[in-house]
Nanobody, 125 residues
Framework: VQLQACGGGLVQAGGSLRVSCAAS????????VGWFRQAPGKERDFVAT????????YYADSVKGRFTISRKNALNTVYLQMNSLEPEDTAVYYC???????????????????WGQGTLVTVSS
């Protein structure tokens, strides 16, 4: 499967943004999908993940209550709705896929075998 993330941009603190992850080459319903982010000079961090059906979701503590991950398998797309954005949310956001079920170590980037190219989200103060 190939993944393409899009929807990033510049937003003021307190604002909202939705990034999308479109899949091609395979049906995304076969994959658990996660969002990760990487700020300049920092490691790639887990943000959220969702199982194949959308019935199970996990979030990093730093985004709980502000971000929502969802998916529309009919459109081969996974979304990350980001509300109440903070300057600390500034990063390149990547989507990643793991075939079939979510694994126990879903926060680890190494568990995801397929990655998109990333989309930049900049939150100004």
């Amino acid at each position: 499967v190939q993944l393409q993330a899009c929807g990033g941009g510049l937003v003021q603190a307190g604002g909202s943004l939705r990034v999308s992850c479109a899949a091609s080459g395979d049906t995304i319903s076969r994959y658990a999908v996660g969002w990760f982010r990487q700020a300049p000079g920092k490691e790639r961090d887990f943000v959220a993940t969702i199982n194949w059906s959308g019935s199970t979701k996990y979030y990093a503590d730093s985004v709980k209550g502000r971000f929502t991950i969802s998916r529309k398998n009919a459109l081969n797309t996974v979304y990350l709705q980001m509300n109440s954005l903070e300057p600390e949310d500034t990063a390149v956001y990547y989507c990643a896929a793991h075939k079939y079920a979510l694994v126990a170590d879903y926060e680890s980037p190494s568990e995801y075998g397929y990655w998109g190219q990333g989309t930049l989200v900049t939150v100004s103060s």
